[in-house]
């Protein structure tokens, strides 16, 4: 069995529970019965190159020949969190570019000294050409699957979510806020509609009177990976209009402005529970540029205030667009 030399990169964008080279090379030996192939000066190579991808990790095998040609190639996966998964498999391609199975040639042919004499043809007939003799050779390493092109890391997706949690200052009292979007989704931006609705249902009145804010926001974000592929963090600018609206059964309020514009920021984060489900948390703050004003008997009796801030947490479901 001839060496060869193991060039093994996890990349800097690897998990951090990637095996490293000597987990390769010990995995290998024990299949081999205790033989390491691997010498630091053999003509021949193997490189194992890790590739991750938003939703799986890859494993790139290309062997060479003393000359540099390329004698075999195959990509593996596994989930990008099980990058353990992924080595075991790449050390059962490693071993079948090593010591690929083979099949042994076929048995000599009989000493013709040891075979009884066979019997001589009637002279008038002609002898028939002995048959060529036809040997079974020995196949060379079995090629691997084709390579497979690398997924794209700049792959978009689409991404619906729902969150709830509290609102400030956006009605006259704190506020059950809810909020439901669809977004598009690149490798470091996003950008998105979103759908709020805030209801407070006691205000400080002698009055039964509710309040509610149902307004639709654009959002542009960008987005960095924290722990790779699982934690990622958000800052969004959004701009929004809405509708705020005072009920009050027993009275007529009067309103000086139909809508509500606000323009605001947002900081978050996500965590990838698994490929098609994550958990999200973030935070805005909001500048109102139109206000709203309420009048009850010619008196003002709610104006809103210039800045508004929300908490909300929720579930986002990621699909790739392919």
Known sequence: M???????????????????????????????????PFTDDAPRSISVKLVLTPQRIEAHIEARDENGKVVANH????????CDQLADRAVFYLRDIIDPLTI?????????????????APPSAATPPAPA?????????RPSAPKVPARSAGLPQLAVYANMGAAW???????LSLAAGVEGRWKRISIGVEGQYDHAWALPTKLDVEAERAGLAALACGRHEL????????????????????DAPRIKIINDDAFVVDLGARVGGELRLARFLGLQLHGDIAYVARQRVFIVDGEELWR????????????VVPFDIR
């Open 2 to 36: 001839l060496p060869w030399r193991l060039d093994y990169a996890p990349g800097p964008d690897a998990p951090k529970n990637c095996p490293d080279k000597s987990y390769i090379k010990a995995a290998l030996a024990t299949k081999l019965k205790g033989h390491d």
């Open 75 to 82: 990509v593996t996966q596994a989930e990008s969190w099980r």
């Open 104 to 120: 042994p040639s076929a048995a000599p042919a009989a000493s013709s000294s040891s075979a009884p004499p066979a019997p001589s």
């Open 133 to 141: 003799r036809v040997e079974l050779l020995q196949p060379a390493a």
């Open 169 to 175: 200052w956006s009605t006259p009292e704190t506020a």
């Open 227 to 246: 722990l790779a592929p699982r934690v990622f963090a958000r800052v969004c600018v959004f701009g929004d209009v809405a509708l705020l609206s005072l």
């Open 304 to 315: 809103s205030p210039r800045l508004t801030g929300a908490i909300r947490v929720g579930l």
